[in-house]
């Protein structure tokens, strides 16, 4: 999260919006009816994330992954992504219990919309509900598996319960994924030792 990014990005925040696509286009063949399509949410996902791990320094990976935060808060409903944006007004001006509200409602509304569960996952953690913000990260990883946000997340709250080992492995993926992600490369490199001299 920079202040909040849900429990992404070593307690970070996201920002959003959505795309369009066009019915006539149907009526007059393009020359080149693939170039004529507009990508999927996914597709575009799949090469912001390659072009992330691509990033020559943290300035380009930064704007990278400012559209990657976009696409993860667009639910394909206005009404899920108003309560969403509402929502996380509220947490971020702490007024958690109003937030909390708001996140189950979007959820009961768009339960396959990873960035709810991934903003009430924050919220538990910042209440201290590790368990409860672990199940929401669970859900979050099922729906985005590349959640480089929630991925931190996890491995903090695993360093939090002394789970090392898993803590290790949850900086690691998130690493992976957005390799210029702030303080991530330190906390994997502090924990190699300690979890090389473990049983795992």
């Not at 992504?81 to 947490?91: E, F, K, N, P």
């Amino acid at each position: 999260m920079t202040a909040v990014m849900g429990l992404a990005v070593l307690l970070p925040a996201l920002a959003f919006t959505p795309a369009a696509a066009d019915e006539t286009a149907a009526a007059t063949p393009a020359p080149d009816a693939a170039e004529a399509e507009t990508p999927s949410r996914a597709e575009r996902l799949n090469r912001l994330y390659e072009t992330l791990r691509e990033s020559g320094n943290r300035a380009t990976a930064e704007q990278v992954e400012q559209r990657i935060l976009t696409l993860w808060a667009e639910s394909g409903s206005p009404t899920a992504d108003l309560l969403l944006g509402a929502g996380t007004r509220l947490m971020n001006d702490g007024d958690l219990a109003h937030a909390m509200d708001l996140f189950y409602a979007v959820i009961e509304l768009k339960p396959d919309f990873a960035e709810a569960w991934n903003k009430r996952a924050t919220l538990y953690y910042l209440l201290e509900e590790y368990e409860l913000s672990l199940a929401d990260i669970e859900r979050v990883l099922e729906l985005e598996p590349r959640h480089f946000g929630a991925l931190s997340g996890r491995g903090l709250i695993m360093d939090e319960l002394d789970r090392k080992a898993e803590a290790y492995e949850a900086f690691r993926r998130a690493l992976a994924v957005n390799p210029f992600m702030p303080g991530l490369k330190s906390r994997v490199e502090a924990l190699q030792p300690v979890v090389r001299g473990r049983k795992i």
